[in-house]
């Protein structure tokens, strides 16, 4: 049998899983745990061979330490509250299983609750109906919102000199309503924009120059430090689509950090192998390998409107709309690819993941090469 047909042992398939992965022994002590886990619980399997899981994991839910007492009988778990030493709290989904023939050793497996919602699908939420709303109501506010601006402009140039600041102040709030409602209607889209093979870096820089060109925060001295893997293959997207996504998280990482001693922004690109696969519309499974990852040195979300950032009208901003990583979101996943958030309280980074598909010439080239090793 040729080498490159010989089945990889168990521990080295453990070793390649993205999901956090901890052998237990009897006593519930750490005795192994995989890459995944080690970078999961932010420490080594060193630091933590010999240590209770459940002194490293607490769960908000005494009823589970239970059901995990019980070594004989597999456990599910989903959306359970945790605090992971070192990390801060987490909404996790949980598995242990017995391991066959082994009395009292058992398998567990950890994921972030939140991680795993955003790789999923969610069609028929409650919220698609209230992002359709625009679709029926844009016509009707748009129009009469022009004829208000119309005959603020007008009165502005019949009104003295010191009244000329209310006319304008009623021309800028309607500017303000009608941008809303433009946001509101790209949300509510059903169409999506065409994919076609991108460059994402070219779409960073591009974003970049966007955003230096209009003089926003990042001209604030706001440092931005590139972290770019430049083997990585084009990806499937829009590229108009992926410049907005960057500008608007670039923009908020900018705003998140300013004022921070030493602000930092890191826009970092690489090959994220691991079973990050989701089905789209026509039922065939895509996977998602290339990461875009944007992280600041910021204070991060509020923990209380973290699981709802990607919500419309969810913001922490004082003038701020709620829809700008909703629409993050929507761009995101019109192109087949998922984003998430995630805040490292232990060093103090909030991170934003963007994960995305090959470009089908490169799928195509790379399934062609495993056929001809194998």
Sequence with gaps: ??????????????????????????????????????????????RISGKRLFDLVSFDEPRLLVRVGDRDAPLSARDAGAVILGVGPRRLDVTVSPV????????????DASAAEALGEDPGTAEDSVLRAPEILAHEIKNPLAGIRGAAQLLGRKV?????????????????????????????????EPVAP???????????????????ALGRGVRIEEEFDPSLPQVLGGADALVQVLINLLSNAAEACHGQEGPRIVVRTRFSSGLQLHAVSDGKPVRLPIELRVSDNGPGVDPAMRDHIFEPFVTSKKSGQGLGLALVRKLVRDMSGRITHERDEAKGWTHFRIHLPLAPEVRRNRGEEARGEA
């Design 160 to 192: 003295a000199d010191r009244d000329k600041a209310l006319t304008m102040l009623i021309a800028d709030e309607v500017d303000r309503i009608a941008k809303l409602i433009d946001e509101m209607q790209t949300l509510s889209r059903r169409t999506t």
């Design 1 to 46: 049998m040729a080498a490159s047909q010989v089945a990889p042992d168990a521990w080295r398939q453990l070793a390649s899983m993205s999901l956090a992965v901890v052998l237990l022994d009897p006593d519930q002590r750490v005795a192994g745990a995989n890459p995944a886990a080690e970078q999961f619980l932010g420490q080594s399997l060193r």
């Design 198 to 216: 991108c460059n994402l870096h070219e779409a960073v820089r591009r974003a970049r120059a966007v955003i230096d060109a209009a003089g926003t």
């Design 100 to 111: 066959t023939e082994t009395p009292g050793w058992q398998v567990v497996t950890l994921q």
